[in-house]
């Protein structure tokens, strides 16, 4: 299931909601490098920081973030209008007055005030016009703000089976990579995108190693099942431990290569 057909299930439930904001990270590694990115960010900030998340899909990190720091100036951009109204709906019901939605495509958005942190987290392989995208988020740092980038760099599969469901669902779509991705990044050309972008490189990580496929595999498998809602909580009693052992196995390792990307830049002050 991705962002939309979760947010569909949940519909307004608050408590539903929040379990899936859990379960999307207890399942999928790249949250826990994002969400270690966004901490090495906000230690760095006032109180008062400013954030922008640019396609913020479900709106977990823009959540977490506005109940940790509750003096925070948030806002989120996201096209797709049901998953800001769905958003919006979520965080009236839990009182939370420090976020501002957009339904707003980021390259044909207006300009807004300046932020001192961005995030834009598995966009950017979705936008043909990558670099216009990255200069429009250049544009909306403050000086010495942070921009935190995460893009998937490969589809390699350990079980093959699955790459080729996940190709013939992507032929029905009419897609002609997985996912609607428009793109795959080489952590070297994402870095160039970047630094050409005027953002000075902080930090780079690889995720998604031999261990950490296995375990995206595994999830991957029970989430293209069409027996999906039966199956899943069996897998998250009996089978997710396991898998937790070798998702944490992957991120404590340093890999050359993998699946995926993550890479913090900071505007320097002119």
């Known amino acids: ?26 399942t999928t590694l790249r949250e826990w490098h994002i969400r270690e ?3 090495f960010i906000l230690k760095a900030q006032k109180a008062n920081f400013s954030l922008l998340d640019a396609g913020f899909g479900m709106g977990q990190h823009l959540y977490r973030i506005a109940r ?47 932020t001192d942190v ?46 080729r469901t996940i190709a013939r669902v992507s032929q029905k779509k009419g897609d002609t990579l997985p996912h609607g991705h428009v793109r795959y990044y080489t952590p070297q050309e994402l870095v ?22 296995l375990a995206y ?11 999906f809602l039966l199956v899943f909580p069996f897998y998250l009693l009996f089978i997710h431990p396991f898998v937790l052992i070798l998702m944490m196995i992957d991120y404590l390792q340093t890999h050359d290569e993998g699946n995926g990307f993550m890479c913090i830049a900071r505007k320097q002050a002119v």
Request: proline share 3%.
């Open 1 to 26: 299931m991705n962002s939309k057909q979760i947010a569909q299930f949940v519909g307004n439930h608050v408590q539903l909601r929040k379990w899936s904001y859990f379960i999307i990270f207890i």
């Open 37 to 39: 990115g966004i901490k």
């Open 68 to 114: 940790k720091y509750p003096q925070a100036r948030l806002s989120g951009i996201e096209e797709d209008v049901e998953l800001v109204e769905d958003f919006r709906a979520f965080i009236d019901r839990m009182g939370i007055r420090t976020v501002t939605l957009r339904a707003v495509d980021l390259l044909e958005s207006k300009p807004v005030p300046k």
């Open 118 to 163: 961005a995030l834009c987290c598995s966009v950017l392989e979705h936008i043909r016009e990558d670099e216009r995208a990255l200069a429009r988020l250049t544009g909306r740092l403050e000086d010495n703000g942070y921009l935190l980038i995460y893009v998937p760099t490969a589809e390699r599969r350990v079980f093959k089976s699955l790459s």
């Open 192 to 213: 160039r995108k970047v630094s050409r972008a005027g953002l000075t490189i902080l930090q780079t990580r690889v995720t998604y190693g031999p261990v950490g496929r």
């Open 217 to 227: 595999d595994i999830v991957t498998a029970v989430q293209y099942s069409k027996y």
